[in-house]
């Protein structure tokens, strides 16, 4: 894609944390992984009312074993942002953090996921084991579920050479449900980026899956929406594939903020520059669903050479209406993630901006 920049792309120098007013927005923050719990321990420092609503899509690891067993929400993703707004002692968030080797009976388990799980089962529901957990570890702020129904994400994937039973460019065996209109079938969030090809689109099963209430009311009260850093299509969008969900974040008169991940990440955004990512939440959720872009231009790291990972260009031709926001997002000893203290201070510049032109207009 040919590199354009707009007149309405602004690049950034990285402003001082210090700097930000005493102005303490309603701030809602969307995804799940890293990406999220990373934006989350920047932005706890700039406001008093902070909710992450977090994806229920994982089957993998502790999480994919707990659901199957105790039928729960995957706790992993909200685990990582319970610790990340901990205000308890650094042993406690790291005990919450701590996994069991896989050489033990416990094969892999995080003490955090069996934790909220007990907490589950003492409480009655598992909202309220969230809620208790986050109590213990005195968390600045809250953190829901995006939905508490039994969902699976699935994604229909391409494969260049589309050649039938080539497992190197197929993926294996256990990640495929058949065909789908635009490519392989492939079930379960933990499969995706091992399918071996290019996502197409994903979707929720059932149809239908409504949002967790709590989630709703927080997107609709909001004064900043946040959504990403994080896997597009297994961490961000599985969220925003929620109807419910979705059209409250468009209802809500919240600046609407998309962060893109400063790295691709294999089988899911390989090639992909900040354009790309735009384009691919536009196919999903569409057009205007944002009001600002948030994209890395710190591009000159290297990357661990096994990572099979690029940075993210930043390119791209923006629509009208669309804010495009450059800047140093960079953390400096893992390139491939973003600095918390650099993000969150972009994000609040970016909604003091916003909201100041609002005013203006009014």
């Known amino acids: ?20 007013d005493a102005g303490r927005p309603r701030i809602v923050a969307i995804g799940g992984g890293h990406g ?30 707990l659901r199957q067993e105790l039928g729960l929400p995957p706790p992993g993703d909200l685990r990582d942002c319970i610790a990340a707004l901990a205000e308890a002692e650094p042993l406690m968030a790291n005990l919450f953090q701590y996994r069991f080797g896989r050489d033990t009976r416990l094969d892999g388990h995080s003490f955090g996921n069996l934790f909220i799980a007990a907490m589950a089962g003492i409480t009655g529901d598992f909202e309220s084991g969230v809620s208790e957990a986050s109590r213990v570890l005195a968390v600045r702020g809250r953190i829901l579920p995006s ?42 969030q933990s499969r995706i980026a091992a399918a071996g090809g290019d996502v197409e689109r994903v979707f929720l099963q059932p149809e239908g899956v409504k949002g967790y209430p709590g989630a709703i009311r ?32 468009r209802a809500s008169d919240a ?22 990512h735009v384009e691919a939440l536009a196919e999903h959720v569409g057009e205007g669903f944002c009001d600002v872009v948030i994209g890395n231009d710190s591009i000159d790291h290297t990357l661990p050479p096994n990572s099979r990972s690029e940075m993210v260009r ?19 000893e893992l390139p491939w993630r973003h600095d918390a203290a650099k993000l969150a201070a972009v994000v609040m510049d970016e909604y003091r901006a916003s909201r100041e032109g609002r005013a203006n207009v009014l």
């Open 1 to 20: 894609k040919a590199v354009e920049v707009l007149p309405a792309t602004v690049v950034r120098e990285q402003s001082d944390p210090e700097s930000v």
């Open 36 to 65: 999220l719990s990373t934006l989350l321990r920047g932005l706890k420092t700039h406001t008093d009312d902070l909710t992450a609503i977090v994806t229920v899509a994982d089957d993998g690891g502790s999480s994919g074993m």
């Open 147 to 188: 939905s508490l129904e039994n969902v699976e994400l699935c994604a229909e994937v391409r494969h260049p050479d589309n050649a039938r039973g080539d497992e190197n460019a197929r993926g294996n065996e256990n990640a495929r449900g058949g065909e789908g209109e635009r490519g392989t079938l492939v079930r379960g």
């Open 218 to 249: 927080a997107l609709l009260r909001a004064e900043l929406i946040v959504m990403g850093p994080g896997s597009l299509y297994t961490s961000v969008l599985p969220n925003l594939l929620i109807a419910d969900i979705r059209e409250a974040v």
């Open 255 to 276: 600046v609407r903020v998309y962060v893109a991940n400063v790295a691709t990440q294999p089988g899911e955004t390989s090639g992909f520059d900040l354009g790309r």
């Open 314 to 332: 930043p390119h791209i031709v923006a629509p009208d209406g669309l804010r495009v926001v450059l800047a140093d997002l960079v953390d400096e």
